[in-house]
């Protein structure tokens, strides 16, 4: 009788290897989950860490170049305010301003100190000297064209016009009250300068992240964004204005701010924004 005794073992031994089976596909597809789950959170986790990095290399670049601009702008403000500053030519101002003296009596009186003004700085090219009403009434070296000056040229603080191109030379224009003693507006000077230096200091910052990036200065006004200096080609006006659009609604922060964009073809790009001092 033992010979035809089956042990439960072997009776049940197709049934094993089903579940033997079943248990290693799902071990199997479990870990196959597992590894994708693990991937997509290191992948995420890795894409988060690099734009971090992306993020504080940008932040820490974009802060060292508004440093460099800030100081150009304010050395040229300074240079400014000592051209209104010299009294011997705004007491002559003032006689001009009450009638005492003529206009050519006053640009006689005038041109020689303001020309020697002029050597303060081998960038300032002109120097023209306003009435507080805005008329011409001085002009040394060369002139400045009305579409150069800055919006609120009669303002009571030093302002920076748009930098342009004329001819292929490169000029910015401040103005700048002269105010007497009193603090009274005695007149207006407009200086313009060639602003070589702050384009060399965009074009260094461009090299050195061309590889990853792009810069721009520009004003952001009622109409929009208007650029001063930009390393972006001509041939990508589309990408410009879909990264002005979007930059436009952004609050104008007093320190530097990051944002993340969409871009037509489905990029996205990491674009940093920083304020420039006071540039009027």
Do not use: C
Not at 82 to 102: H, M, P, V
Not at 138 to 161: H, R
Not at 220 to 234: H, M, P, Q, V, Y
Not at 240 to 257: C, H, R, Y
Request: proline content about 4%.
């Amino acid at each position: 009788m033992s010979n035809n005794a089956f042990s439960a073992s072997e009776f049940d031994l197709p049934q094993s290897n089903r579940i033997h089976r079943r248990l290693q596909f799902r071990a199997v597809t479990s870990l196959v989950l597992i590894s994708l789950l693990l991937g997509a959170v290191f992948t995420y986790l890795l894409y988060r860490a690099e734009r971090r990095q992306l993020e504080a290399a940008l932040l820490s670049a974009m802060e060292l170049q508004t440093a460099a601009l800030e100081a150009e702008i304010n050395r040229l403000k300074n240079i400014t305010t000592q051209i209104t500053s010299r009294t011997r030519i705004r007491q002559e101002l003032e006689k001009y301003n009450r009638g005492l003296i003529s206009q050519e009596a006053l640009a006689a009186f005038s041109r020689p100190k303001l020309a020697d003004a002029m050597r303060l700085a081998p960038d300032m090219i002109g120097i023209s000297r306003l009435s507080t009403k805005g008329r011409v009434l001085i002009q040394i070296g060369e002139s400045v064209p009305t579409s150069l000056w800055p919006k609120d040229f009669a303002a009571d603080s030093i302002k920076l016009g748009t930098p342009r191109e004329i001819d292929g030379r490169k000029r910015l224009v401040l103005s700048a009250p002269i105010n007497n003693r009193e603090g009274m507006k005695a007149g207006i000077d407009l200086v313009v300068f060639d602003y070589q230096r702050l384009d060399a200091i965009l074009h260094g910052f461009f090299l050195r992240y061309r590889g990853s990036g792009t810069i721009r200065l520009a004003a952001r006004e009622a109409a929009g964004i208007t650029d001063l200096l930009t390393s972006i080609k001509s041939n990508h006006r589309d990408l410009l204005e879909t990264i002005n659009g979007q930059v436009k609604q952004f609050p104008l922060e007093k320190k530097a701010t990051v944002h993340l964009l969409s871009v037509p073809d489905g990029k996205q790009l990491i674009v940093a924004l920083n304020p420039i001092g006071d540039t009027g």
